[in-house]
């Protein structure tokens, strides 16, 4: 097997890529840049920003790892709309130009990277576990030596819903969507007592701080539905306080 | 007493994050650079799959011994970054049946705990392997979080006073006649250029780390060998599966979250930084993966992407990716090309990430003369989310 130069697929369909500049000190304020490519069927916006950077600005800066949904590393705005960028194919947009920006509510810290410090500062406490039971083929053994099948979260702490949620881009106190969901799963999954983690979330920082704009459930790449799950917490607030439960 | 030395790290993939931990418990002063975001290149993008080192245990016994061993030493320091539902090889014809033997030795002679399942054991373990499956064998492979394992690694090395930059780019390396001194950086963030000095670099960069060492005129033995992965929607097996055979192209599917990954091939690229990729590898995985599980077929597709394995080999035209052993080797450039101050490790596996760093940063103790043993088989990884705190 000697070196194989080994491209993309065909057609190939030129478009425009406008992307939000950023750099303290140096590009400040922001600005748009417009870049080139030749998009291909297979190319996501990551793919492009990529050859963007490969080949007409190696400035360019975006956060990105495993390219299948998984981490939660590459998310941001494409055309107005909070996305993992790994998975958002470029012709599938339908534009020409396609807007690329950060995401919201977290502070930018440049071009496209924002700090996920402020996503955890409202997620952790909730209590972090990964890994939960596999919900899938539920009808099949478990090999010698595994309990239960596990699998991870589907949640992927990539921050869309938090950049989505009208309430989280303006109250930097309010827990946010992935946080309360995070509580809800600490409930199911039994991690940690019912009575504190209600206590934690009946607060105007927690599930009374939601206006039921519902973005969140709108935007997760994941399922997660957020929103969804802190209106179940709600109600499981108010049964807790029922005095028919005491 | 040891934080008077100063070492630099270029890349932040899994093998930096797993060095700058270890360095940092001996005692050292880091500082480690990334180009991009952390864990950008190869490490957050490959097939997830924590190995038993079932798939070398024939052909590369020495990289099959590694991952056995890190495998077990990986679940002990960061547990819940593992689905640990282990994993089956699984023969589906005559020509896979004939192998057996052949594997079962091979994970004897490495230490490899197998199983031997006949086929309706294995098709009650997973009910959407090929009805055809004529026997299953029982291996400790695991599905790991390709993100947030190396993350574990930086947080805690954060945590314990390692300064982590990414988004800083390594463009010349600061010499002294023959010894480096340092690097020459620029920032993405502001966009300024500046030095850090260094007693000692380590070129951790994997599949781009001859682009790397040319800066220094010194050569490292590295063949960036893309494979292509495909991600289909849909947990279709809760084990890892392998085929029972030879390796060869699509012939693992590793499940993780609520998706699928069937993987990958394999070719030379001449340029990390473009991978391409082939639609005929994207079909292939669709149909191979589908020998394993025929459901796969019709699964809807999450993501295709290609990743760069950093394999250790010089150019041949008669060699080929499938025949490049999986293990690492940490090169001290003095000894190869007169060049002082500097340390390139390549090759390797996510799987094997912290013996890396072990054998490197005993290269880099060594050079510096301080004396310091690895504590990273014992500490136990923080949480990833205080990287961020």
């Excluded at chain 1, 039921?212 to 994941?222: F, L």
């Excluded at chain 2, 070719?267 to 990390?272: H, L, R, S, Y």
Aim: hydrophobic share 35%.
């Amino acid at each position: 097997m000697s070196d194989e130069v080994i491209g993309r697929p065909d057609p190939k369909t030129p478009v425009s890529v406008k992307i939000l500049r950023y750099k303290p000190g140096a590009i400040d304020p922001p600005r748009y840049d417009t870049f080139q490519v030749d998009a291909d069927p297979l190319m996501t916006v990551l793919d492009a920003l990529e050859e963007i950077r490969a080949t007409q600005d190696s400035t360019l800066a975006y956060r990105h790892s495993c390219h299948h949904a998984s981490c939660g590393t590459c998310a941001m705005k494409v055309n107005g709309k909070e996305v993992l960028s790994c998975v958002t194919n470029v012709l599938e947009q339908g534009t020409d130009v396609i807007v690329v920006e950060p995401l919201g509510t977290m502070p930018l810290v440049t071009d496209l990277v924002v700090d996920m410090g402020d996503f955890a500062r409202r997620y952790e406490p909730a209590g972090l576990s990964f890994i939960r039971e596999s919900e899938y083929l539920t009808e099949a053994q478990t090999p010698e030596g595994v309990d239960h099948h596990t699998r991870f979260e589907s949640c992927i702490e990539c921050g869309i819903c938090l950049s989505a949620c009208p309430v989280a881009n303006t109250n930097a106190s309010f827990i946010g969507p992935a946080g309360l969901a995070a509580y809800y799963r600490a409930m199911v999954k039994g991690d940690g007592e019912a009575t504190d983690i209600l206590a934690a979330v009946d607060t105007d920082c927690g599930v009374w701080g939601c206006h039921g704009a519902m973005e969140c459930t709108e935007a997760c790449p994941s399922q997660v539905e957020p929103g969804d799950l802190i209106m179940y917490l709600r109600r499981e607030v108010v049964k807790s306080k029922l005095p028919w439960n005491h | 007493m040891n934080s008077n030395y100063h070492v630099v790290i270029i890349g932040g993939g899994s093998t930096g994050a797993a060095i700058v931990h270890d360095l940092v418990l001996r005692g050292l002063k880091v500082t480690l650079v990334e180009r991009g975001e952390l864990t950008s290149g190869t490490a957050g993008r490959h097939h997830g799959l924590l190995h038993s080192g079932g798939r070398y245990a024939v052909k590369d016994q020495e990289s099959a011994k590694e991952c056995i061993e890190e495998n077990l030493i990986l679940r002990k320091i960061a547990p819940g970054s593992f689905e640990e539902n282990d994993g089956l090889f699984v023969a589906i014809t005559d020509e896979d049946v004939a192998y057996k033997d052949t594997f079962l030795q091979g994970c004897a002679e490495c230490g490899i705990p197998t199983r031997e399942l006949t086929a309706k054991e294995a098709l009650l373990l997973e009910p959407n392997l090929n009805p055809k499956t004529k026997l299953a064998i029982q291996v400790p492979d695991a599905t790991m979080d390709c993100w947030r394992l190396p993350m574990r690694f930086f947080a805690t090395a954060k945590q314990n006073g390692a300064d982590i930059r990414p988004y800083t780019e390594v463009i010349g390396l600061l010499k002294q006649n023959s010894t480096v001194t340092g690097v020459h950086v620029r920032s993405h963030v502001t966009g300024k250029e500046y030095d850090i000095k260094a007693d000692l670099v380590v070129n951790a960069t994997g599949a781009w780390a001859e682009k790397l060492s040319e800066m220094a005129d010194a050569r490292v033995p590295v063949r960036p060998t893309p494979g292509v992965l495909v991600a289909v929607y849909g947990r279709w097996n809760n084990m890892v599966l392998n085929r029972l055979n030879r390796p060869s192209d699509g012939d693992i599917i590793v499940p993780q979250r609520e998706l699928s990954v069937i993987g990958t091939s394999s070719w030379f690229a001449p340029d990390p930084d473009r991978l391409g990729l082939p639609m005929e590898h994207v079909e292939r995985m669709y149909e191979r993966g589908s020998q394993l599980v025929p459901g796969v077929k019709y699964a809807r597709m999450r993501a295709a992407w290609s990743a760069a394995r950093p394999l250790l080999g010089e150019a041949s035209p008669t060699v080929g990716g499938r025949d490049l052993p999986r293990t690492f080797k940490c090169f001290d450039h003095k000894e190869r090309d007169g060049i002082e101050g500097l340390v390139t490790i390549t090759g390797g596996k996510g799987t094997t990430m912290r013996a890396m760093a072990e054998t490197t940063s005993d290269v880099v103790c060594d050079k510096l003369g301080v004396d310091a043993v690895c504590r990273t088989r014992e500490v136990v990884l923080l949480p990833y989310w205080a990287y961020y705190q």
